[in-house]
């Protein structure tokens, strides 16, 4: 057994260890702490003593022993602390917050946290969003491309939870792609990493008209599915969602989307070809559609041997928000209970209950 350290970093370590086994077990009892982490009791009864003061940790019940006694257990408080998740269309929000991230269209600068790119929102990327967040609420909120934010909702809530690499392709407005590797985020040197609008799919990468929201975005987001379909003599003033609901009557409406199957599939044996992931996630107001599910999965059957596993995302909407609660909670985590500021994440609490999305 541990004995309880004295340097403040050995002290946080063990702090640590004591609250991932909380996170990971819910209601767990010291004597259980102290097997599955290796500290000694005196440290357990230390750590536990301060978090307890701190508001952290309270007793939630008690457990039979093996020789009769009774063992009290004990549960992370989840009314210690409140984060903040921001979706650019939608907020929760509560009293004793202690961070935030909000997911934002674009391209965002690692070191800056700024947004750099965002073609789809007109004037987002010449505000000081940060600034303008902490003066109004008070604390420092991170802003994390949205697509990101719904990978890890997915990862900690979705279709992805099992897998270590997996790519999150969200296709609306525009197409974007969020990047787990071995089990890791993927940002990039520049913070874009998995801007897949700009492939050179779907139409000619050397076109100006492509530049600025990229080739393969031009092709199948939403503006140019509307342009492909009217194009083809489908009727002016229709929607995305008119073009899906004629599929079965309207000749027009089958080729369109028959065409955008084709050239998503053709991105997604890219981004196989590269990071040769577990499952694909589709999701976003047309990636999510499971009509356009089944014209890529009969394309890959065709083009190769063994095709990635494509799910459509489980949390719809609500991903990005979901992986922003997520990231916040991480963020807290790791403030808190982690060791420095390079400190690798903690456990994210598992059940539903854990989080008033």
């Given at each position: 057994m541990q004995d309880f350290p004295s340097s403040?970093?050995?002290?946080?370590?063990?702090?640590?260890?004591v609250v991932e086994r909380l996170l990971r077990d819910r209601s767990v009892s010291r004597?259980?702490?102290?097997?599955?982490?290796?500290?000694?009791?005196q440290t357990i009864s230390e750590v536990m003593r301060e978090l307890e003061r701190d508001g952290w940790v309270y007793e939630d019940g008690q457990i039979q022993g093996?020789?009769?006694?009774?063992?009290v257990t004990y549960a992370l408080r989840p009314d210690a602390a409140f984060v903040l998740g921001i979706d650019l269309g939608g907020t929760k929000s509560s009293q004793r917050l202690r961070g935030g991230v909000m997911g934002s269209p674009g391209?965002?600068?690692?070191?800056?946290?700024?947004?750099?790119?965002?073609?789809n929102i007109a004037g987002l990327d010449s505000l000081d969003v940060r600034a303008a967040l902490r003066a109004r609420l008070g604390i420092d909120i991170a802003i994390e491309n949205d697509v990101n934010l719904a990978a890890i909702g997915e990862h900690w809530r979705g279709n992805s939870r099992k897998a270590r690499t997996f790519a999150f392709i969200a296709l609306g407005t525009g197409i974007g792609m969020g990047i787990f590797a071995d089990g890791h985020l993927i940002r990039g040197a520049r913070g874009a990493a998995g801007e897949v609008a700009y492939l050179p799919l779907g139409g000619d990468p050397y076109d100006a008209r492509g530049q600025r929201l990229g080739t393969l975005e031009t092709a199948v987001?939403?503006?140019?599915?509307?342009?492909?379909?009217?194009?083809?003599?489908?009727?002016?003033?229709?929607?995305?969602?008119?073009?899906?609901?004629?599929?079965?009557?309207?000749?027009?409406?089958?080729?369109?989307?028959?065409e955008v199957g084709r050239i998503v599939?053709?991105?997604i044996l890219?981004?196989?070809?590269?990071?040769?992931?577990?499952?694909?996630?589709?999701?976003?107001?047309?990636?999510?559609?499971?009509?356009?599910?089944?014209?890529?999965?009969?394309?890959?059957?065709?083009?190769?041997?063994?095709?990635?596993?494509?799910?459509?995302?489980?949390?719809g909407n609500r991903a990005t928000l979901i992986g922003a609660i997520g990231s916040a909670i991480d963020h807290v985590h790791r403030s808190l209970f982690g060791i420095g500021k390079d400190a690798s994440p903690l456990a994210l609490p598992f059940t539903a209950a854990d989080v008033a999305a």
């Open positions: 403040p970093v050995a002290r946080q370590q063990s702090v640590r260890l004597a259980e702490i102290a097997r599955s982490t290796g500290l000694s009791k093996t020789v009769g006694r009774s063992a391209i965002i600068e690692p070191a800056s946290g700024g947004i750099v790119i965002a073609p987001g939403s503006a140019g599915i509307i342009e492909r379909y009217t194009g083809l003599g489908g009727p002016s003033g229709s929607t995305v969602r008119d073009v899906f609901d004629r599929l079965e009557t309207d000749e027009a409406a089958r080729i369109t989307i028959d599939t053709t991105a890219a981004v196989h070809s590269i990071l040769d992931p577990e499952i694909i996630v589709m999701g976003g107001s047309i990636g999510a559609r499971p009509e356009l599910k089944l014209r890529i999965d009969a394309n890959l059957g065709r083009c190769t041997r063994e095709p990635v596993r494509i799910e459509l995302s489980a949390l």
